[in-house]
């Protein structure tokens, strides 16, 4: 049963990447259905307009909950996960990115604006697993940049996807922390060598040499990862 992936947005443009590379390839295996639409195909004003001011005051505009209903309801089975990337989400992870490969089908609701609102999320967590989720710490202009990404995650650990399983494997096994860093040919470059030990040969050593530059590197750039942290 194919992962079937429904993308709501008032950018259906946004999401023209999908359709290279391993996400295409994704597609084109059958592995995976991705279908983009358009939120203002379920206006219904002459301006197909999707939002109005915010009750109770406060700048930017809110986008108003019955085209999203509309949108929404053409889309939804019981088996339906619906995904609204917000700000004020639960942070997204690999651990939730390996949840949603597993999934059925998935709704992602791109807000713009302030956001969507919320009698959107009220309407459909009775009915549907609803995830507000967050891409990381900082403010975007919508949900479309964090749904592209949370797709690229999800997709490329949907079984079947990634031609080499094993870099599954090796992610897996990855240490607490960040990955060491590679090297490819030439083995100098601009008077810049390769770190001897990966031309060894000697397997046990660079698995030793990789596992303390990942320390290394976990320690400098995100000492939150390290164990015990
Ligand atoms: N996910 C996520 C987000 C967002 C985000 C998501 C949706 C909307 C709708 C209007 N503005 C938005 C920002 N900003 N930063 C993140 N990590």
Redesign the pocket.
């Given at each position: 049963m194919p992962l079937r992936i429904d993308v709501i947005t008032i950018f259906p443009d946004y999401f023209a990447p999908l359709q290279l590379s391993l996400m295409g390839k994704a597609q084109q295996s059958g592995l995976v259905t991705i279908a983009i639409h358009d939120l203002r195909e379920f206006t219904s004003d002459r301006h197909r307009s999707v939002d109005d001011t915010p009750y109770g005051g406060g700048a930017g505009m809110v986008m108003t909950p019955e085209p999203w209903g509309q949108a929404i309801d053409a889309v939804v089975t019981d088996q339906s996960t619906l995904i609204v990337?917000?700000?004020a989400?639960k942070l997204?992870s690999q651990p939730v990115a390996a949840e949603l490969a597993h999934s059925t089908h998935l709704i992602f609701a791109?807000?713009?604006?302030?956001?969507?609102d919320q009698r959107v999320v009220e309407y459909y967590r009775p009915r549907i697993d609803v995830r507000e989720?967050?891409?990381?710490?900082?403010?975007?202009?919508?949900?479309d940049v964090?749904?592209l990404a949370m797709i690229e995650a999800s997709v490329r650990l949907v079984p079947g996807v990634l031609g080499n399983p094993e870099s599954l494997v090796e992610e897996s096994h990855q240490l607490p922390g960040v990955e060491y860093p590679s090297y490819t040919k030439p083995p100098t470059w601009r008077g810049l060598d390769v770190p001897e030990v990966l031309l060894s040969g000697h397997h046990d050593q660079i698995a030793r040499w990789r596992a303390e530059q990942s320390t290394i590197r976990t320690t400098h750039n995100r000492p939150d990862l390290l164990p015990g942290s």
């Open positions: 990337p917000t700000p989400g997204f791109c807000g713009r604006y302030e956001g969507i989720l967050s891409i990381g710490d900082y403010v975007l202009a919508g949900g964090a749904t």
